[in-house]
């Protein structure tokens, strides 16, 4: 079975811009959760969706959203791109809950 | 919200030797806790988890205990080997009634010297 697949791997963006990362969960799996990584903050939730519904959320500002599509697959979408957004985005797909497999990630670099 | 507090952040053992990791959480409605293994340039992955309604769960040189009356959850790691060098995060989840979110410890980054 193939593993959850996140592009791109790499994103160099400057300041104001927006950007838009994309995660496909491994087959048959039906939640897909996104993280943000850095050094200072370690691994923080940033929300969680299912059959196409957010159903649970991480204290981040407005700046970020998602949305999942009808086959699971979701994206995240950061507006207004700030320094301290640079992170490691990863991506972690469930079958309903709480055991997640994780993505390689996409590193973000923010200029 | 939870908290989960990690320990050591730094874990340097001989080739052989065993490894432990200790984490503590503060929600007691959590019920899963999960193990990941994270190395450079790749996602964390799942390496070993337990429900809080088992003590104890062993996968070969790994296991996990639970103790939730104290809140807290380790990670033995037995003969330990070079390409066990990588960093690892304990972590917490609750079950909503509308989904899941798993909240980290801050890392352990082990190395396994030859």
């Known amino acids: 079975k193939a593993g959850v697949t996140q592009t791109p791997r790499y994103l160099i963006k400057t300041r104001g811009q927006q950007v838009t990362l994309s995660c496909s969960p491994i087959?048959?799996?039906?939640?897909v959760s996104w993280y943000q990584q850095t050094p200072g903050q370690g691994l923080q939730f940033l929300f969680e969706?299912?059959?196409?519904?957010?159903?649970n959320k991480g204290n981040f500002p407005g700046r970020f959203s998602g949305r999942q599509f009808s086959n699971s697959r979701s994206e995240m979408n950061v507006s207004t791109l700030e320094l301290g957004d640079s992170a490691l985005y990863l991506c972690a797909s469930s079958t309903a809950g709480n055991e997640q497999f994780f993505g390689p990630g996409t590193r973000l670099t923010v200029l | 919200g939870e908290n989960v507090e990690q320990h050591p952040s730094t874990l340097s053992v001989q080739e052989g030797d065993s490894a432990v990791i200790k984490c503590t959480y503060s929600?007691?409605?959590?019920?899963?806790f999960p193990w990941y293994k994270q190395e450079l340039g790749k996602g964390p992955q799942l390496i070993i988890d337990i429900r809080s309604n088992v003590g104890e769960k062993k996968d070969q040189r790994i296991a996990v205990t639970l103790n939730k009356t104290a809140k807290h959850f380790s990670l033995h790691i037995t003969e330990t080997q070079p390409e066990d060098s990588a960093v690892y995060f304990c972590a917490a989840s609750t079950s909503y009634s509308s989904g899941y979110a798993l909240n980290f410890g801050k890392g352990t980054s082990l190395l396994v010297t030859p």
């Open positions: 087959s048959g799996h039906r939640s």
């Open positions: 969706y299912f059959s196409e519904t957010q159903r």
């Open positions: 929600d007691s409605a959590s019920n899963y």
